[in-house]
Nanobody
Framework: VQLQASGGGLVQAGGSLRLSCTAS????????MGWFRQAPGKEREFVAT????????YYADSVKGRFSISRDNAANTVYLQMSSLKPEDTAVYYC?????????????????WGQGTLVTVSS
């Protein structure tokens, strides 16, 4: 499975962005999907995850109520809608496909990773 993330950019605090992640290759696998982010000098951290069926989602406390994850299995695409963005949301955002169909917050349970897309939030 190859993952291509897009949609990053520069936005002012309080603004919105929508990230997309499109899968190609062996997309017949039923994978839970997740978004992670890594800020300069920090470890990669969990942001959001959605199950294969789209009926279960989890969010990091820092983004709950501001970010929304969704997926369109027909288009092999996962989205991350980000609103009320803050400067501390600045990071490279990575999408990932999990080993199972469940939504999972654990980085270790993700097998495939995209290349990342940079989100910069100015104050």
């Amino acid at each position: 499975v190859q993952l291509q993330a897009s949609g990053g950019g520069l936005v002012q605090a309080g603004g919105s962005l929508r990230l997309s992640c499109t899968a190609s290759g062996r997309t017949s696998s039923n994978n839970g999907m997740g978004w992670f982010r890594q800020a300069p000098g920090k470890e990669r951290e969990f942001v959001a995850t959605v199950s294969w069926k789209g009926d279960t989602t989890y969010y990091a406390d820092s983004v709950k109520g501001r970010f929304s994850i969704s997926r369109d299995n027909a288009a092999n695409t996962v989205y991350l809608q980000m609103s009320s963005l803050k400067p501390e949301d600045t990071a490279v955002y990575y999408c990932a496909a999990a080993l199972t169909a469940a939504a999972t917050t654990s980085k270790e349970r993700y097998r495939y990773w995209g290349q990342g897309t940079l989100v910069t939030v100015s104050s």
